[in-house]
């Protein structure tokens, strides 16, 4: 299994750019990343998967270097709406017998 | 659509009471899957199905059974409860898994206390 690091916590203040960074230094070939949102008493939620380089969605940009052996999640202007924990996984590819294993993810604090 | 949905939302058994939790999804999803997450934790896998009729173990299957007989529907099995596991337990779907497949939408939760 691909293990992910990622910080426990982080703070941030509404209007900011946040980046959360994770490490997965046993990534696999053509494994993908990918990122879950969780609220409070709810279900994860899926944010934004990619493989490398950038991708970038209406919530969110993933950044991935060349060597995948980490990734950033940047939320953009943050509000205190985006309070939750966020998981960086790695995601087997299709055919795969592996499955998601989820961390403990990063709680991200807006603060007003 | 009602994605993902879970019956009860709450429960609480006695120790040695058993009981079943249902899942359904009606995007027409071929992965479902079950996991548990405990305070402060992230979620286990307790087990999946990759299509209707099969299942499999995940890291935490102990405890527990599952059965997939309608593709719509993915049920867990507890046969004899144990305050262990009192927890939230989540259901998911994903349309395959993994790839660019792999996006699981969620349930919102069941959450049962072991007494």
């Known amino acids: 299994l691909a293990k992910t690091t990622q910080p426990i916590s982080m703070d941030s203040y509404e209007g900011q750019e946040v980046n959360i960074t994770c490490s997965h230094n046993n990534i696999a070939t053509n494994d993908y990343i990918t990122w879950y949102q969780q609220f409070p008493s709810q279900g994860p939620r899926f944010i934004i998967q990619g493989y490398k380089t950038k991708v970038t969605n209406e919530v969110a940009s993933l950044f991935i270097p060349a060597d995948r052996k980490s990734s950033t999640l940047s939320l953009p202007r943050v509000s205190l709406s985006d309070t939750a924990v966020y998981y960086c996984l790695v995601a087997p590819p299709e055919g795969s017998a592996r499955q998601l294993t989820f961390g403990s993810g990063t709680q991200l604090t807006v603060l007003p | 659509n009602a994605g993902v949905t879970q019956t009860p939302k709450f429960r609480v058994l006695k120790t040695g009471q058993s009981m079943t939790l249902l899942c359904a999804q009606d995007m027409n999803h071929e992965y479902m899957y079950w996991y548990r997450q405990d305070p402060g934790m992230g979620l286990r896998l307790i087990h999946y199905?990759?299509?209707?009729?099969?299942?499999a173990k995940g890291e935490v299957p102990d405890g527990y059974n599952v059965s997939r007989l309608k593709k719509q529907n993915f049920l867990l099995g507890l046969e004899s409860a144990a305050p262990s596991q009192t927890s939230v337990y989540f259901c998911a779907s994903s349309r395959g898994g993994g790839g660019s497949y792999n996006e699981q939408f969620f349930g919102p939760g069941t959450r049962l206390t072991v007494l």
């Open positions: 199905s990759v299509g209707e009729g099969t299942t």
